[in-house]
């Protein structure tokens, strides 16, 4: 069974960085796309971007392009999420998900992680 | 970029009730790539729906989904009390990963 596992809440100042890390367990990590999905507080989901790990190049929304910037570690089954030029609209609950057909850049989501809010406050 | 309009925003339906939940795309969807989420307060979504029509494991057959090109339906044939949530389409055709902004089915 894949689990994923996401880093702790965040209090950032406006104009900083956060880092989301994303842990995943079981199954095979390599050859799935990881995508990022935010909520806003009472809002929809809002598809950010992902990465297949084994080729290591992401493709992002056009929204978040030059923001955001996601990494994988192969050797840690860790994906990350980083996110620049941080504003209060930023806040928001941040998803990590694996798509369900492998080799797949996008896909429908099979695994989330648990969720990681980040608030962004001055 | 495709954009999802979900329809209708609430639903207010009575447990045992058939709940019928719209997703239409600004362009046709390639090769029916449309999924769709449930999610409950406090939880991340759940993948019910993908390929427009087919049930992830675990989900109960009383949600089925169907359509093709622009215009997609969730239908749950008789809503039980687990059914209240909000829902979400996804589209997965393009290279990126769209959603609607949400049905909520409600208690009337």
């Known amino acids: 069974q894949v689990q994923l596992v996401q880093s702790g809440a965040e209090v950032k100042k406006p104009g900083s960085s956060v880092k989301v890390s994303c842990k995943a367990s079981?199954?095979?990590?390599?050859?799935?796309?990881i995508s990022w999905v935010r909520q806003a507080p009472g809002q929809g989901l809002e598809w950010m971007g992902g990465?297949?790990?084994?080729?290591?190049?992401?493709n992002y929304a056009q929204k978040f392009q030059g923001r955001v910037t996601i990494t994988t570690d192969e050797s840690t089954s860790t994906a990350y999420m980083e996110l620049s030029s941080l504003r209060s609209e930023d806040t928001a609950v941040y998803y990590c998900?694996?798509?369900?057909?492998?080799?797949?850049?996008?896909?429908?989501?099979?695994?989330w992680g648990q969720g990681t809010l980040v608030t962004v406050s001055s | 970029e495709i954009v999802l309009t979900q329809s209708p925003g609430t639903l207010s339906l009575s447990p045992g009730e058939r709940a019928t939940l719209s997703c239409r795309a600004s362009?046709?969807?390639?090769?029916?790539?449309l999924a769709w989420y449930q999610q409950k307060p406090g939880q991340a979504p759940r993948l019910l729906i993908y390929?427009?029509?087919s049930r992830a494991t675990g989900i109960p057959d009383r949600f089925s989904g169907s359509g093709s090109g622009t215009d997609f339906t969730l239908t749950i044939s008789r809503l039980e009390p687990e059914d209240f949530a909000v829902y979400y389409c996804?589209?997965?055709?393009?290279?990126?990963?769209?959603f609607g902004q949400g049905t909520k089915v409600e208690i009337k």
């Open positions: 998900a694996r798509v369900g057909e492998e080799m797949a850049t996008i896909s429908h989501f099979d695994y």
């Open positions: 079981g199954g095979t990590f390599s050859s799935y796309a």
């Open positions: 990465i297949i790990p084994i080729f290591g190049t992401a």
């Open positions: 362009q046709s969807v390639s090769s029916s790539y």
């Open positions: 390929g427009a029509s």
């Open positions: 996804q589209q997965y055709g393009s290279s990126t990963g769209t």
